[in-house]
């Protein structure tokens, strides 16, 4: 999943016309696919802050706690659904396993 995400970041960041030469989609896109799941909002939005970056230098005009919100947003209406939606097919099959047992 981490490629898919990084791909999707690429891509926003190329048609909105930013630079990234710091691989900072890379590292977003990893923290998301490690993280997201396990904390809240306000939690995975102060754990994007925390991330090493030259990104926001380069592209000077965005307000980095905005467009972080702003990307968060994004990658959970394309994203997040798909994983719970994947883990709840597991959840069936164990539970179709346990009942079989």
Known sequence: MIFSVQRFLEDYFHRCG?????QYAVSLATLYDRKRQL???PAFLSAMKHLRTGFY??????????????LLTL???EFKKKELFS???RSRQELKLRASA
Do not use: I
């Not at 230098?57 to 702003?70: P, S």
């Open 18 to 22: 930013f630079g990234d030469t710091d």
């Open 39 to 41: 904390k809240t909002v």
């Open 57 to 70: 230098k380069r592209n000077e005009r965005l307000q980095r706690a905005a467009f972080e919100k702003k």
């Open 87 to 89: 883990s709840q097919r």
């Open 75 to 77: 990658l959970d209406s």
